[in-house]
Every structure is written in C-alpha cells, then in structure tokens.
C-alpha cells in the first residue's frame, strides 16, 4: 500500500522542528516530500546526538519519508530551480519569514504564477494583521506569550517555566497539517489554489484560551481565567507507599467506585463537596489533596491492580528511559528498530494511527543532505546537462561533491 496521500507532491521549504515535522507527518501517510535544504544543510542536523555529522537523533525522526535536495535559493539559478519544481507540486510549505520568501522571489504570487492550483501554506511566529508580524518567534517564545510558562508557575506555585517539550512546534506542525489537507480538499472540489497561514501565537492563544477563558467567555466576565482542575497544585501523579500512580476519576460513576475501593463508600453522599462534577470542580483542591493521602496507603502494584478491577482510569509514571520499554507501544510495533543506510541501527517512532483500507507506506530513512538532488531537478524538469551545470557553478550539491568538501 501506497498510503492515503499517494500522489499529492509537496515542496518543503521548512528547517528545524515545526515545519519539518508537519511535513513528515504528510511523508508518513505517503505524500513525496521533496525537501530543500541549504547547501550547508538544515539546521536541526547538527543538534543531539548524532554518530555522524549532519544525522542527529532529532534530524533522523523529523524528516524520514523525505526526499533531500541541497540548493542555493539566494541565487538566481537556484529560485528558478524551485519554481520549476513548484510547477510539479501539488503543496508549497514552508516556514522561512514572508519577508524573506519575498526577497528570494518565492512569494506566493511568484509561486502561484507558475502553479495556479498550489496550496502555498506558510507556518509564522504571528499573523500579519498583527504588530508582532514581522518578528522572530521561536518555541519558548511562544510558550511565554500565550501564556503557558505562567500557567504552570499558577500550577506548581513556583517559578514561570517552560512545559519541557517543543509543545509549540509540534501543535503548530499539526494545525499546519489540517490547513494543508484542507486546502488541498478545496482545491480538489473546487479547482482553486491559495496561499494559507498558520501562525505560532494565534494557534497557540486558541489551544491555552479553549480551557482557560472560563468566566471571561462572558462579557461582562462572570468570574477569572482559569480552569480550576488543570490549575490545581495537587493535580500531579499521586504519591504511593512506593512510587508514583497516574489516577482520573472523572464522572460520577468512576468516582463512586474510586471511594468504594479506598473503603469510603459513602463519602459522595456524605460530603456535599463531591456529590457531583459541579461541586468537585469547585472544591478539586479538597479532593485531589484527600485522594493523595489515600494512595500513600498502598504500593503501585497494588494501585493498579484495584483501580483496574473497578474499571477506574488509572497508568503507572513512566520516565523517558521506561516509556521506550513500554510493553503496548512494544506489541503495537509503535516503536522498533531499524537499520539506516549510513547511520546503523536507530530506533523508530512509528505512525500513530491505523487505517483499514490505506495504511501508511514502510517508513524510508531519513535522507542524508542532497541525497536526491539530482532525482528532485529532473521531477522540475532540468535535463542532465542543466543539472551538471548546476553542480558545477555550486548551486546544488550531490552525495558525490558534498564529499569531496
């Protein structure tokens, strides 16, 4: 099987995380990802661990099923390179500044006059209407000014923090995906191209705000910002006799069960603080300590094996180390072990979801730089003398020059 995106043809502009792993995320449901890469190559090579240089850990699970193309875009021979391989795809994406896109004549009126019908999505920091438009924006950036590094300072009681993961980079990746798909659905029906944004703090403002706006979704406001369960200081993996335990009574049910388990069966009618979600949302700080001390009176084993049998929503804490041992990601074939061309044996992160009829193609390798560069120019068109000729003059590098330097 090809995948449910055979046939679509995407030009990948993009470097480092956000934009690269919007474009893998099209790769691994079987689009021909067609990446650009500066001649020195994209940046995210050179970051981690990596046994050799230019295939770091983070390069080589951000950019497989891609096809690698190491081009000068600042010179003039290298622009009409990719506009004559815009003119065979299908998507543009990228996330290099509007304003640089413009100054390398590889805006979208540039791109659309060679392509009507592509679907030109751009991945920015802000939206153009905006004063911030023109700015840098990076993850943590982000995190700060939608607010994420002070929910968690409101969370924990301690300093503003950044959440320990590239968050950002990768709910825009996704946004950036749907708008992809979405465009190339209208152009589908419709026969109709265009040029799509996707900005970092707008999709971010919308994924803290959807929990968070609470009393002010009024106007006037009937009560502050913030979602009293998510912020909860006591809302963490609770402490057993020996570890830690994940639990999540969530509806009326589980938690009835959960009293019945820790030997107070009565507690829900008893306690008026949490005889329904209404009452223990408004007291989740009484609730979530009073569950915190009863799960210190039991080991985790013995945690688990209960709140399974009541059917009660609960998981162990998994460190980093102990996540990659994890016997369902094991039996699911999420991760596994793979031989790379040039880089040995590497642990794969497979591809979240399953599909009856079209499954994902095998997953290919992350390319080393340039490794198709010469296959990309004859997809644009340029014959074997215009590509030797690129070669030369250093436009473009192949697996053959990028050695001899």
Request: net charge neutral; charged share 20%; with cysteine.
């Amino acid at each position: 099987m090809a995948g449910p995106l055979n046939g679509v043809r995407v030009l990948d502009l993009t470097s480092v995380l956000m934009g690269p792993f919007a474009t893998q995320l099209l790769g691994d449901l079987g689009a021909e990802i067609l990446k650009v890469e500066p001649l020195r190559g994209d940046d995210t090579r050179f970051t981690g661990h990596a046994r050799h240089r230019g295939m770091g850990a983070g390069f080589l699970n951000t950019n497989r099923n891609k096809k690698s193309i190491a081009l000068d875009l600042k010179s003039e021979a290298g622009r009409d390179a990719v506009l004559r391989l815009a003119g065979q795809c299908d998507a543009f994406v990228s996330n290099i500044r509007p304003k640089a896109l413009a100054r390398l004549g590889l805006d979208y009126a540039s791109v659309s006059a060679v392509r009507p019908e592509i679907v030109y999505v751009n991945l920015v920091g802000y939206g153009k209407r905006g004063r911030y438009a023109n700015r840098p924006a990076y993850d943590d950036l982000i995190q700060a000014v939608s607010g994420v590094a002070m929910l968690v300072q409101r969370a924990s009681g301690g300093e503003p923090r950044y959440v320990p993961l590239a968050m950002v980079d990768r709910i825009v990746g996704t946004a950036a995906v749907n708008a992809v798909l979405a465009g190339l659905l209208n152009c589908q029906r419709r026969g109709v191209g265009q040029e799509i944004e996707v900005p970092m703090f707008e999709t971010m403002a919308q994924f803290v705000l959807g929990d968070h706006l609470q009393g002010h979704a009024f106007v006037p406001p009937t009560g502050p910002t913030g979602y009293a369960r998510l912020l909860s200081p006591d809302r963490r993996p609770f402490a057993t006799r020996d570890g830690y335990v994940a639990i999540l009574p969530y509806n009326d049910n589980q938690w009835r069960r959960f009293f019945a388990v820790v030997g107070r069966p009565n507690l829900m009618e008893e306690d008026p603080r949490f005889v329904d979600m209404a009452s223990r949302t408004a007291n989740i700080d009484a609730l979530y300590a009073l569950v915190g001390a009863l799960l210190k009176e039991r080991t985790t084993a013995e945690w688990l094996a209960a709140l399974d049998a009541a059917d009660i929503p609960a998981m162990p804490l998994h460190t980093l180390d102990s996540l990659l041992d994890d016997p369902h990601l094991l039996e699911t074939g999420f991760l596994d072990i793979a031989e790379h061309p040039t880089e040995g044996a590497i642990r794969r992160i497979g591809v979240p979801s399953g599909w009856s009829a079209t499954p994902p193609p095998s997953i290919a390798p992350a390319p080393t730089l340039g490794q198709h560069s010469e296959e990309i120019l004859s997809i644009a068109g340029l014959s074997a003398a215009e590509i030797a000729a690129l070669v030369a003059r250093d436009v473009v590098r192949t697996p053959a020059t990028l050695k001899e330097r």
